[in-house]
């Protein structure tokens, strides 16, 4: 498989600031990631722990889209269920409905992620600085060519963990991060400041999400802005950043200019904001589309 998402696959159940509540709807970082790389490159996998209820729930969905369901791991009688309370200044809140300890027991360790790193391409990672965690990632990955992006968790962005978080990063190839994050992690609400400090990181990429103002592609000598899609109807803001990194994953692997990779990150967005939870379809006729738009984009 060529690329590889490692992080979870949920039921979310998502409540607006408004006071409108959606159903059970196919949610977690990893399934939104996947349908980022699915609309570029069909393949893709997502590798995580589920329940049993899992395929029963959302096997149909696999099927409709020509996803393998080989990655997912049965580790307990049921999958993790979130609910999603979003408040009027944007922010969120994700609450476990059968508790944290039974979101950690699912989620993919290092040793089942390790065959993958054998064959992929690049492998996104959704994951907060654990420090166990990631030692034996990092050894892992000194014996493979995959390019890792990590899209960091909230609970790891904050000051006091900056330097765990740069001694991570560096060692890896994309690090991923929204603008929130970022100002909290460093302490700092200077843009131009956080581009520096990232740029002495040394890492390939940093790919900075602005939401609704785009995103900034950082690496060592550069720093592109690329503003985020026109005219774009929001029906659920749930998953925007975790299939726009998908995207830049697979933009980056195929060795795609940084511009290019943070259009096809805008894109991806698009596709999963447009109706609550996943795309029912991600087909070629989707995909032809994007890469369309991809062409006309870059060349206006």
């Not at 993790?80 to 059968?98: K, V």
């Not at 027991?105 to 992929?120: G, S």
């Not at 904050?158 to 970022?182: C, G, H, M, P, Q």
């Not at 802005?225 to 925007?240: A, F, H, L, Q, R």
């Amino acid at each position: 498989m060529k690329y590889v998402i490692a992080s979870t696959a949920v039921t979310d159940e998502i409540r607006a600031a408004d006071g409108k509540q959606v159903g059970k709807v196919a949610g977690g970082a990893g399934i939104y990631a996947l349908c980022g790389i699915k609309l570029w490159d069909d393949d893709v996998m997502l590798a995580t722990g589920v329940g049993e209820d899992y395929k029963d729930i959302y096997g149909s969905w696999y099927e409709k889209n020509n996803l393998t369901m080989d990655g997912l791991i049965l580790k307990d009688p049921k999958t993790p269920h979130t609910i999603i309370q979003y408040f009027a200044d944007g922010e969120r809140e994700e609450t476990p409905l059968y508790g944290p300890d039974h979101y950690l027991r699912v989620e993919i360790t290092p040793e089942e992620l390790k065959p993958y790193f054998k064959q992929a391409k690049g492998i996104y990672i959704f994951k907060n600085s654990d420090s166990k965690f990631w030692e034996q990632i990092l050894e892992i990955k000194k014996n493979s060519s995959a390019k890792v992006m990590w899209e960091i968790a909230n609970d790891a962005t904050y000051l006091d963990n900056l330097a765990e978080v740069e001694r991570i990063a560096k060692k890896l190839d994309i690090f991923s991060i929204n603008l929130t994050e970022a100002k909290r992690l460093f302490g700092l609400d200077d843009l131009n400041e956080m581009i520096k400090a990232y740029q002495t990181w040394d890492i390939p990429l940093v790919f900075l999400r602005r939401g609704s103002k785009g995103s900034i592609m950082i690496t060592k000598d550069q720093a592109v802005t690329v503003p985020s899609e026109k005219d774009v109807n929001i029906v659920d803001p749930t998953g925007g950043g975790n299939s726009s990194s998908g995207a830049v994953l697979c933009g980056f692997c195929e060795g795609k200019d940084l511009e290019s990779c943070a259009i096809m990150g805008n894109l991806s967005a698009v596709m999963c904001l447009s109706q609550y939870g996943v795309p029912e379809y991600i087909d070629k006729v989707l995909q032809m589309e994007a890469k369309k738009r991809l062409y006309e984009e870059k060349t206006c």
